[in-house]
């Protein structure tokens, strides 16, 4: 065997095989420096965040105007690595840095951001700011008295500590501090904080502050002075980060934030309340009176969820765009440069650099990973004897194949049967459509209303016209075996931009790319319009198809509240009699006889809290007039009146949204008949956890009843005046906020009022 000592050694790898921002160097080491492109959206942001540092003080000793910024962009992007820049600017630019703070919403909630917010700031960080206007009342108290401008200036330069000027001059403190107090009430606008931060001044208040501070609850020496309400939930965390940034933001000071990853806590799955939301416009307000520079980075749909008033406060959007080949040339010199002290492309070529950008679609994770592979890939073979040290498109392609093919065919395979199987659609997993072996279709999804269906072919990825190859000659196999049939091509890797272009072509859509964060919408989406029926089919066909497709849907819904009861049931043994109770009226929605449960506890509700319910099932009744519509049309009703009921009736939209209006109002009557029966149980310890079980069974029922599916309904005239356009389309805002007014955040509104009607 030959001894490879010879040999040279391995080349330091300038590429980060992570290919994250480094986020956790600012204190450990503030001088550190990432490999940084200027990207279009670098410079917006930059532009932003230059533009509040370097505005002028406002004028009548009034603070600055703040602003705020969204940076948005998907999965490797660059998010992270921009709002680190951005802090490190700000840190770099600012007198104070420690007024520049990065955060991350991992947490998932405002409560934990708060906390992490304020540990970030430290206690000694807040203490500081607070003597910081100590300082300047203790100032004004001795230009007014005439002393010496010695301890003025030892004061101004922070020589001497505010407290230590006080005690040499035998000043009176507690006068002083009750200027301090009222100070930091009109700064903050709330007396809790001004008296909780002024006692950060005191000794031996520090810990009962900083534990209030955190979240806790407040010790006896806070209650004694009137502080008795912790901060724990989300609308008071967003308070207190507003009152700290108009702490820190006042006095002409200038406050950098960023928080990162906001789309953890503002997603379409997990909407916040409308308190909380109502509670992060005003911290939004709040920053941009305080003077501050608020950075928000999320995902793209991070900002499509909140309301357009919350949307609005938020003046500039920069979006974060894939990188281009001159951004991934320049990327892979400064790298080098910063490792081996010149700048250079080689190993690369400007055709690798090319290819290797279009593999990784311009992503800046995606390219900084194939670059660390295809570096180490080319320093291990110029090793081997006679091979140079450089990076081919040969390895960019084995690169990109062993990076970014997600999963094995297994797991895909799993995956989409899981889909097929949770939407109740009849498939046939390697199913051979024609004769020939290019004809079998990974899954082949048929559907009773049509002739034909939909195969699902799955492929590796698509780096080269070899691999096209391939895949046209499976999807030419298959329309052959079944002209008709819908076709989805699922790659789980990465396509050529080349490639992508002539399956474009082919398949008249693009491809379906394995993105495990879309994936399951994507491709339930695709499936959904390939069972749409034709276009020629009979209304009565269309109609049939859509009520099959809701009473699928109800039983899904249904298979959920099975679900969330027997879980409950295996939690909470001890309240098997009350769980028994709230499981019989949810089956009312499995067919039984309509809301005569929640009809006959409704004597038995307060008045508050059978208004809540009777406003919300009054709303749908008043919207769909179903009953009405049918009563009318079997009253010996002329002829003009049976076909405006075949018209609604033929209108597929018409009937998805009455159906989904009935299924909200059962939703409702049993929540009403839940409740009632909440209030003939005795009365123990556990109530308020069982009124909480309630409200989540309802709130997880709803969210399979999304509101904006009853937009048809606005859009018709009712029924009673449909003879009247004008006056109906008129009235189309009303009926919608009527019905959203009534059905939104319903439950936590029926907690309030139960309470409210509650003494005990």
Same mark, same amino acid.
């Given at each position: 065997?030959?001894?490879?000592?010879?040999?040279?050694?391995?080349?330091?790898?300038?590429?980060?095989?992570?290919?994250?921002a480094?986020i956790?160097d600012?204190?450990?080491d503030?001088?550190?420096?990432?490999?940084?492109?200027?990207?279009?959206a670098?410079?917006q942001?930059?532009?932003h965040l230059?533009?509040?540092?370097?505005?002028?003080?406002?004028?009548g000793?009034?603070?600055r105007?703040?602003?705020v910024?969204?940076?948005l962009?998907?999965?490797?992007?660059g998010?992270?690595h921009?709002?680190v820049?951005?802090?490190r600017?700000?840190?770099?630019?600012?007198?104070?840095?420690?007024?520049a703070l990065?955060?991350?919403?991992?947490?998932e909630?405002?409560?934990e951001l708060?906390?992490?917010?304020?540990?970030?700031?430290?206690?000694?960080?807040?203490?500081?700011?607070?003597?910081?206007?100590?300082?300047?009342?203790?100032?004004?108290?001795?230009?007014?008295?005439?002393?010496?401008?010695?301890?003025?200036?030892?004061?101004?330069?922070r020589?001497?500590?505010?407290q230590e000027?006080?005690?040499?001059?035998?000043?009176?403190e507690?006068?002083?501090?009750?200027?301090?107090?009222?100070?930091?009430?009109?700064?903050?606008?709330?007396?809790?904080?001004?008296t909780?931060?002024t006692?950060?001044?005191?000794?031996?208040?520090?810990?009962?502050?900083?534990?209030w501070?955190?979240?806790?609850?407040?010790?006896?020496?806070?209650?004694e002075?009137?502080?008795?309400?912790p901060?724990?939930?989300?609308v008071?965390?967003?308070?207190?980060m507003g009152?700290?940034a108009?702490l820190?933001?006042g006095r002409q000071?200038?406050f950098?934030?960023?928080?990162?990853?906001?789309?953890?806590?503002?997603?379409?799955?997990?909407?916040p309340?409308?308190?909380?939301?109502?509670?992060?416009?005003?911290?939004?307000q709040?920053?941009?009176k305080?003077?501050?520079c608020?950075?928000?980075?999320?995902?793209?749909?991070?900002?499509?969820?909140?309301?357009?008033?919350?949307?609005?406060?938020?003046?500039?959007?920069?979006?974060?765009?894939?990188l281009?080949?001159?951004?991934?040339r320049?990327?892979?010199?400064?790298?080098?440069?910063?490792?081996?002290g010149?700048?250079?492309?080689?190993?690369?070529?400007?055709?690798?650099t090319?290819?290797?950008?279009?593999?990784a679609r311009?992503?800046?994770?995606?390219?900084?990973r194939?670059?660390?592979?295809?570096?180490?890939?080319?320093?291990?073979?110029s090793?081997?004897?006679?091979?140079?040290?450089?990076?081919?498109?040969?390895?960019?392609?084995?690169?990109a194949r062993?990076l970014?093919?997600?999963?094995?065919?297994?797991?895909?395979?799993?995956?989409v049967r899981?889909?097929?199987?949770?939407?109740g659609l009849?498939?046939?997993?390697?199913?051979?459509?024609?004769t020939v072996e290019?004809s079998?279709?990974?899954?082949?999804?048929?559907?009773?209303?049509?002739t034909t269906g939909c195969?699902?072919?799955?492929?590796?990825?698509?780096?080269?016209n070899g691999?096209?190859g391939?895949?046209?000659?499976?999807?030419?196999?298959?329309r052959?075996?079944?002209?008709?049939?819908?076709?989805?091509?699922l790659?789980?890797?990465?396509?050529?931009?080349?490639?992508?272009i002539?399956?474009?072509?082919l398949?008249? $859509?693009? %491809?379906?790319?394995?993105?495990?964060r879309t994936? *399951?919408?994507?491709?339930?989406s695709? /499936?959904? @319009?390939? #069972?749409?029926?034709p276009?020629?089919a009979?209304?009565?066909?269309?109609?049939?198809w859509?009520?099959?497709?809701?009473?699928?849907?109800?039983?899904?819904?249904?298979?959920?509240?099975?679900h969330?009861?027997?879980?409950?049931?295996?939690?909470?043994?001890?309240?098997?009699?009350?769980?028994?109770?709230?499981?019989?009226?949810?089956?009312?929605?499995?067919?039984?006889?309509?809301?005569?449960?929640?009809?006959?506890?409704?004597?038995?509700l307060?008045?508050?809290v059978?208004?809540?319910?009777r406003?919300?099932?009054?709303?749908?009744?008043?919207?769909?007039?179903?009953?009405?519509?049918?009563?009318?049309?079997?009253?010996?009703?002329p002829?003009?009146?049976?076909?405006?009921?075949?018209?609604?009736? $033929?209108? %597929?939209?018409?009937?998805?949204?009455?159906?989904? *209006?009935?299924?909200?109002?059962?939703? /409702?009557? @049993?929540? #009403?008949?839940?409740?009632?029966?909440?209030?003939?149980?005795?009365?123990?310890g556990?109530?308020?956890?069982r009124?909480?079980?309630?409200?989540?069974?309802?709130?997880?029922?709803?969210?399979?009843?999304?509101?904006?599916l009853?937009?048809?309904?606005?859009?018709?005239?009712?029924?009673s005046?449909?003879a009247?356009?004008?006056?109906?389309?008129?009235?189309?805002?009303?009926?919608?906020?009527r019905?959203?007014?009534?059905?939104?955040?319903l439950?936590?509104?029926v907690?309030?009022a139960v309470?409210?009607?509650?003494?005990?």
């Open positions: 065997m030959s001894d490879r000592s010879d040999l040279p050694p391995s080349r330091k790898n300038p590429f980060s095989p992570m290919a994250v480094r956790t600012f204190d450990a503030p001088d550190a420096v990432d490999v940084a492109i200027t990207t279009d670098t410079r942001a930059l532009a230059t533009s509040y540092l370097d505005a002028p003080p406002a004028r000793g009034r603070d105007t703040g602003t910024v969204a940076v962009g998907d999965y490797g992007t998010k992270t921009l709002a820049r951005l802090v600017h700000a840190r770099q630019v600012l007198a104070d840095p420690t007024h990065y955060l991350d919403a991992t947490a909630s405002f409560i708060y906390r992490r917010f304020m540990q970030k700031l430290g206690r000694e960080g807040v203490r500081a700011q607070v003597s910081e206007y100590y300082a300047d009342i203790v100032a004004d108290s001795l230009q007014s008295s005439g002393l010496t401008s010695d301890m003025l200036e030892w004061l101004g330069s020589q001497l500590e505010p000027v006080v005690e040499r001059l035998g000043l009176m507690s006068a002083l501090l009750r200027k301090v107090q009222d100070t930091l009430r009109e700064v903050t606008n709330d007396k809790d904080f001004g909780a931060l006692l950060l001044l005191r000794p031996g208040f520090e810990h009962s502050v900083w534990s501070l955190l979240g806790g609850a407040p010790d006896q020496v806070l209650v002075r009137g502080i008795d309400t901060i724990d939930t989300e008071a965390a967003l308070e207190a009152v700290f108009l820190f933001g000071r200038r950098v934030l960023a928080v990162d990853e906001l789309d953890k806590i503002f997603s379409a799955d997990s909407r309340q409308a308190r909380t939301m109502a509670a992060f416009q005003t911290l939004l709040v920053f941009a305080a003077g501050a608020l950075v928000l980075c999320g995902l793209p749909d991070f900002k499509s969820v909140l309301p357009a008033a919350v949307r609005q406060r938020i003046p500039y959007t920069v979006v974060m765009s894939g281009s080949q001159g951004e991934v320049e990327f892979v010199e400064l790298a080098q440069e910063q490792v081996f010149s700048r250079q492309l080689a190993p690369f070529t400007v055709d690798t090319r290819y290797l950008r279009d593999l311009g992503n800046a994770r995606n390219v900084i194939l670059c660390h592979r295809v570096f180490r890939m080319a320093d291990d073979l090793r081997t004897p006679g091979h140079e040290f450089a990076v081919t498109e040969d390895m960019v392609r084995q690169a062993d970014f093919g997600s999963l094995s065919s297994d797991d895909v395979d799993g995956v899981r889909l097929l199987d949770a939407n009849d498939y046939l997993h390697r199913h051979l459509l024609g290019d079998l279709a990974d899954f082949w999804v048929t559907f009773p209303e049509h195969a699902v072919l799955i492929t590796r990825s698509l780096l080269e691999d096209l391939a895949v046209r000659r499976r999807i030419s196999a298959v052959e075996a079944e002209p008709d049939a819908e076709l989805i091509l790659v789980n890797g990465v396509v050529a931009d080349g490639v992508a002539q399956l474009r072509e398949l008249g $859509r693009e %491809p379906l790319v394995y993105v495990d994936f *399951a919408d994507d491709f339930k695709l /499936v959904s @319009a390939s #069972r749409r029926p276009g020629d009979d209304p009565l066909s269309a109609l049939r859509r009520m099959d497709q809701l009473a699928k849907q109800q039983s899904s819904i249904y298979g959920f509240i099975e969330l009861a027997e879980h409950m049931d295996g939690v909470r043994a001890s309240s098997d009699r009350q769980l028994g109770a709230i499981q019989r009226q949810l089956g009312a929605l499995a067919g039984g006889p309509p809301g005569r449960a929640a009809e006959a506890a409704a004597s038995r307060p008045g508050e059978e208004r809540l319910f406003d919300a099932v009054d709303a749908l009744e008043d919207l769909t007039q179903v009953d009405v519509m049918f009563e009318e049309a079997f009253d010996h009703a002829t003009t009146t049976q076909e405006a009921v075949h018209r609604r009736l $033929r209108t %597929p939209e018409f009937t998805q949204a009455a159906a989904q *209006a009935e299924f909200m109002r059962k939703a /409702v009557q @049993a929540f #009403r008949a839940a409740v009632s029966q909440w209030y003939q149980a005795p009365e123990d556990d109530a308020q956890d009124l909480e079980e309630l409200c989540g069974i309802y709130d997880g029922i709803v969210e399979f009843l999304p509101l904006f009853l937009d048809p309904l606005f859009k018709l005239p009712p029924w005046a449909r009247g356009g004008l006056v109906a389309e008129v009235g189309q805002g009303s009926r919608r906020a019905v959203h007014e009534a059905l939104r955040n439950s936590p509104r907690r309030r309470f409210r009607s509650s003494p005990a």
